[in-house]
């Protein structure tokens, strides 16, 4: 079945390490989403492709980053991870970026810094 | 982004129907209407969507107010499965991503 998959599905890092979760999907969507979920609190969109083109949200701290190798992964990237960034990151794609198409969610993965 | 809201949480009893509230009053011409739902541990997942007239799908039925300023979700027989988050959203017709706001947090009773 086409999916959205997301690895690992249980992340701990250590505060300020570094740390990168994964997304890929079998889909061939033009779209990739990433978004952070705190506990009790909705979604909230960080950044997205079209394709190569990234767009970032505007209040996304400087210390997320993400790269998109190719149509199939996309990767975020937490530079130096504080306690407030434990959360739920949830990868989304669609294929077009127009209102009549739906997005298409990852499992997620659950990041706990230490 | 339009705003929505929805109430923060409701009850169903197994096998009723449940109506699932959401008012949008500053939507725009060209906003969809999407519903999402958040089952426990997992991602988001699409239920419905419309624009101006109702919807039916094997998931459940959108009711669109003719003026479009609220719309309901009917699940038509609810199950312990039903039980989730349910995200009224927004969508501008052309480049917009899901925002979600706070959701309807829904308790289905055996």
């Known amino acids: 079945d086409a999916m959205v998959i997301q690895n690992p599905r249980y992340q701990v890092t250590q505060f300020g390490k570094p740390v990168t979760l994964s997304c890929s999907q079998t889909?061939?969507?033009?779209?990739m989403y990433w978004y952070q979920q705190k506990s009790s609190q909705a979604p909230k969109l960080l950044f997205h492709?079209?394709?190569?083109?990234?767009?970032n949200e505007a209040d996304t701290p400087d210390n997320f980053q993400s790269r998109r190798p190719n149509t199939s992964f996309c990767f975020l990237d937490i530079r130096s991870p504080g306690l407030g960034d434990a959360a739920m990151y949830l990868c989304?794609?669609?294929?077009?970026?127009?209102?009549?198409?739906?997005?298409?969610f990852g499992p997620g993965t659950r990041l706990t810094v230490l | 982004d339009a705003k929505t809201t929805q109430p923060n949480s409701m009850e169903s009893n197994e096998e009723e129907p449940v109506h699932l509230p959401c008012n949008h009053s500053?939507?725009?011409?060209?906003?969809?209407i999407h519903w999402y739902r958040q089952l426990p541990s997992q991602g988001p997942e699409y239920v419905i969507h419309?624009?101006?007239s109702n919807v039916n799908n094997r998931m459940a039925s959108l009711a669109i107010a003719e003026d479009r300023k609220s719309s309901t979700l009917i699940l038509h027989r609810a199950t312990l499965r039903d039980a989730a988050v349910y995200y009224c959203?927004?969508?501008?017709?052309?480049?917009?991503?899901?925002?979600f706001g706070k959701g309807t947090r829904l308790s289905v009773i055996a």
């Open positions: 989304a794609t669609s294929r077009d970026q127009l209102a009549e198409g739906g997005q298409f």
């Open positions: 889909l061939n969507h033009n779209v």
């Open positions: 492709y079209y394709d190569k083109d990234f767009n």
């Open positions: 500053t939507i725009s011409g060209t906003d969809y």
């Open positions: 419309g624009l101006t």
């Open positions: 959203i927004l969508r501008d017709g052309g480049n917009t991503p899901l925002v």
